[in-house]
């Protein structure tokens, strides 16, 4: 039930097209959805995170959806550029409970050719 | 800007070995995380600490312990290294309960255990 099931493991994507990752979970107390950016050598970077009361939240070329009855939520990242090419971590948490503690998918390695 | 350093960013170690993992933070933050990060498994929490002298296990605590004497400094700890425990250690911190709940990463130390 702590479990978030990330797809697809990899992902190669043409220059300008939509890049799509999809992640799933099973326990509803979950309050708080980011997706962390990993390029190769460096530390994951926040990119973008959602809270379950929208739908979705956009931030430039990256958006979020979310679907609370299904209890899925995705990345679409638009017009995918060579620079967006690294690995992918959706996870979720639970805010309310204090600790901060993030359950985080298995990775999506996106590559994104020129 | 926020910034999280770790001791090293290689280290060789042989079996039986005892590890430190050392992980520093400049920005005042409450929590602090260390996580393993292998392919195919995303990241796991292996402790992660909210306060000074304070710790609770995480998903993957075995073969692991912890130590926070100093609010900036948290230390990840292997008793006795073995060959399954070659990986890359990522430390994350964050700021407090009425901060964001960003985690912010180092980049990372890649651990060979021979």
């Known amino acids: 039930q702590q479990q978030v099931k990330q797809s697809p493991q990899s992902l190669i994507v043409q220059k300008g097209g939509i890049s799509i990752i999809n992640c799933a979970y099973e326990?509803?107390?979950?309050?708080?959805f980011p997706w962390y950016q990993q390029f190769p050598g460096k530390g994951p970077a926040l990119l973008i995170a959602?809270?379950?009361?929208?739908s979705e939240k956009k931030e430039g070329r990256f958006t979020i959806s979310f679907n609370k009855s299904a209890k899925q939520f995705s990345l679409h990242i638009m017009d995918s550029q060579p620079g967006d090419s690294a690995t992918y971590f959706c996870?979720?948490?639970?805010?309310?409970?204090?600790?901060?503690?993030?359950?985080f998918g298995t990775g999506t390695r996106l590559k994104v050719l020129a | 800007d926020v910034k999280v350093t770790q001791s090293s960013r290689y280290l060789v170690k042989r079996t039986g070995e005892k590890v430190f993992l050392e992980c520093v933070q400049d920005m005042d933050h409450e929590n602090m995380f260390w996580y393993r990060q292998d392919p195919g498994l995303g990241l796991r929490l292996i402790y992660f600490s909210y306060d000074v002298k304070m710790k609770e296990k995480g998903d993957i605590p075995e073969g692991y312990s912890v130590s926070r004497e100093k609010k900036e400094r948290f230390s990840l700890i292997l008793e006795s290294a073995s060959t399954n425990q070659t990986s890359m250690y990522l430390c994350?911190?964050?700021?407090?309960?009425?901060?964001?709940?960003?985690?912010?990463f180092g980049p990372g130390t890649r651990l060979t255990v021979l």
């Open positions: 326990n509803t107390a979950f309050d708080y």
């Open positions: 996870a979720a948490s639970r805010i309310k409970s204090g600790t901060y503690k993030y359950i």
């Open positions: 994350a911190s964050r700021g407090g309960s009425s901060g964001s709940y960003e985690q912010f």
């Open positions: 959602i809270r379950p009361d929208v």
